[in-house]
């Protein structure tokens, strides 16, 4: 059982120069792993969405595009998603930076392949996902996503005949357990996202996984372009209205990519294609879902536009009761 009198410290280094911004800190805090969104669903968007010289420049230009939080990716300070190592110090600096830009960190990237069929990758995947998650709480975040993995040996998001086998569930529910049998430890919520070329596919399967791991640290992310097909555009609405009552209360982050007409994931801004943000917000909004809404998918110069449709649709949703 967990214990909040146990939940660990994010403690901050805070003598640190960030070369980046120019910054200094001077004092030490601590508080808990907490994520707070005001009791209402807040705009969000990748980090890696904008290319920036430094970490500096990269939140810079996630606030000149109307957005204050972001799920958070490595490959942004120039290390590997997953990286070998990761020193307390580095994950501080970047806290720090995070502070001084204004900039929270709703969520971490930690997708690699679960299930890689080369069983001393994959040994070495679920490592390097164990070691990010023991460095949230020095990174300031409660959130790390990952994905449910594939058998395809070379590309993470591309399906596999084999990965609807019963040994590939259990492969795939061996590691998530392990994953979240730490970050139960750290305080840490490990949410997975359905996703076409992954074990799991659908809401109907990340039901079943929520169930059979039995965790409260063991959450959902939901992009409603992973859920849907040119074939089930036309009825969304329903794939919406079964996927959030499945999974409403287990969701942790929405992804808000776009679906073009022809079933093309990505490279749309939010709004200019197929989902109906509208109808889903409003049933999160009945949900009670509270978390981040992550735009991502686009290029960067295409963030004002998608920030500004979401923006216009999250205007009047009162915190929920």
Excluded at 52 to 73: I, R, S
Aim: charge should be negative; include cysteine; proline fraction near 5%.
């Amino acid at each position: 059982m967990h214990n909040d009198s146990a939940t660990p410290c994010l403690c901050v280094r805070q003598m640190a120069y960030h070369a980046d911004c120019h910054v200094s800190v001077e004092h030490i805090y601590c508080e808990p792993i907490t994520t707070v969104y005001n009791n209402h669903m807040q705009l969000a968007i990748f980090a890696k969405t904008f290319a920036g010289a430094t970490l500096c420049d990269t939140l810079t230009a996630v606030k000149n595009a109307g957005v204050d939080a972001v799920q958070f990716n490595l490959n942004c300070v120039d290390l590997p998603t997953l990286p070998v190592q990761l020193s307390i110090e580095h994950c501080h600096n970047i806290r720090a930076t995070f502070a001084t830009q204004g900039v929270r960190m709703v969520a971490i990237s930690g997708t690699g392949n679960i299930i890689h069929p080369d069983a001393a990758v994959r040994i070495q995947i679920i490592d390097r996902i164990l070691q990010l998650i023991s460095r949230c709480a020095d990174l300031g975040v409660a959130i790390i996503t990952i994905s449910t993995g594939t058998c395809d040996p070379d590309d993470l998001w591309r399906a596999h005949p084999a990965n609807t086998t019963q040994a590939s569930w259990d492969a795939m529910v061996t590691a998530v357990r392990a994953l979240v049998d730490v970050a139960a430890h750290h305080g840490v919520s490990v949410a997975f996202e359905p996703e076409p070329g992954n074990v799991v596919q659908s809401a109907q399967q990340a039901r079943q996984l929520l169930d059979q791991i039995g965790s409260p640290f063991l959450k959902v992310v939901v992009d409603m372009a992973n859920l849907l097909t040119p074939a089930t555009i036309t009825y969304q609405r329903t794939i919406i209205d079964e996927a959030l009552h499945l999974l409403g209360s287990d969701i942790a982050v929405l992804h808000a990519k776009e679906l073009g007409r022809d079933g093309q994931v990505g490279g749309l801004p939010a709004g200019s294609g197929v989902i109906d943000f509208g109808y889903l917000l409003t049933k999160l909004h009945a949900v009670n879902y509270a978390g981040p809404v992550v735009l991502h998918g686009f290029d960067a110069k295409d963030a004002p536009r998608a920030v500004a449709h979401l923006q216009q649709l999250l205007v009047g949703f009162s915190p929920p009761v």
